[in-house]
């Protein structure tokens, strides 16, 4: 943010006046440096071209998380844009609605939220517990644990997120979750994890 506010006020000066900056050679000569509006603009302009940006970044799991996992998932190189993505929405889509292992994982099943992967953003999805286990009952009140699944692209690869909202730990519910839509992924030909 500094590094912005420091642009700012750079482009604020330059466009006010032209920049003379003094510089003492000797103890008898002083050299004056000018820089016009037009060069302190074109200056601003290429520090702005220049600055780094983040595109797309999905949030970093917490240092010794218990309950979110990340990967990054790379289609074929002979799959289009296209095709990646119908890929990609083929496989989460083929996650089982009643969840895994009978429903001890994900047995509440799972809801779009956002698509917008055409458009270079990503998926959002959010899926539950059944809110039938011992841990809903006595920590939340019965009601479903809820965990977000956010897949966005990166340039040819896709980078997933599955995090838990609320607890220390998962018991694994992150990771079976991304295995499953993993090897899926796999089957089609794309590499990662």
Same mark, same amino acid.
């Given at each position: 943010m500094k590094f912005y506010n420091s642009l700012t006020l750079l482009a604020t000066v330059a466009t006010a006046q032209g920049f003379t900056i003094? %510089?003492?050679?000797?103890?008898?000569?002083?050299?004056?440096?000018?820089?016009? /509006?037009?060069?302190?603009?074109? @200056? *601003?302009?290429?520090?702005?071209?220049?600055?780094?940006?983040?595109?797309?970044?999905?949030?970093?799991?917490?240092?010794?998380?218990?309950?979110?996992?990340?990967?990054?998932?790379?289609?074929?190189?002979?799959?289009?844009?296209?095709?990646?993505?119908?890929?990609l929405r083929d496989a989460i889509g083929s996650y089982p609605q009643g969840g895994q292992?009978?429903?001890?994982?994900?047995?509440?099943?799972?809801?779009?939220? %956002?698509d917008n992967l055409d458009s270079a953003g990503g998926l959002v999805y959010e899926? /539950?517990?059944?809110?039938?286990? @011992? *841990?809903?009952?006595l920590f939340n009140g019965g009601k479903p644990f809820v965990d977000d699944l956010i897949v966005e692209p990166n340039g040819n690869a896709f980078e997933f997120r599955s995090s838990s909202r609320v607890g220390d730990s998962d018991f694994g519910v992150n990771k079976a979750r991304l295995a499953f839509i993993g090897n899926l992924l796999q089957e089609k030909g794309w590499t990662g994890a």
């Amino acid at each position: 943010m500094k590094f912005y506010n420091s642009l700012t006020l750079l482009a604020t000066v330059a466009t006010a006046q032209g920049f003379t900056i003094s %510089t003492k050679q000797s103890c008898t000569t002083t050299t004056a440096l000018q820089l016009s /509006r037009r060069d302190a603009l074109s @200056t *601003f302009g290429a520090l702005i071209v220049s600055a780094p940006t983040v595109a797309n970044a999905i949030a970093a799991c917490p240092p010794g998380s218990n309950n979110c996992v990340r990967q990054t998932w790379t289609p074929p190189s002979s799959a289009s844009s296209a095709d990646a993505i119908s890929q990609l929405r083929d496989a989460i889509g083929s996650y089982p609605q009643g969840g895994q292992d009978g429903g001890k994982i994900d047995g509440g099943g799972y809801t779009l939220i %956002t698509d917008n992967l055409d458009s270079a953003g990503g998926l959002v999805y959010e899926f /539950r517990s059944s809110g039938k286990g @011992t *841990f809903a009952k006595l920590f939340n009140g019965g009601k479903p644990f809820v965990d977000d699944l956010i897949v966005e692209p990166n340039g040819n690869a896709f980078e997933f997120r599955s995090s838990s909202r609320v607890g220390d730990s998962d018991f694994g519910v992150n990771k079976a979750r991304l295995a499953f839509i993993g090897n899926l992924l796999q089957e089609k030909g794309w590499t990662g994890a």
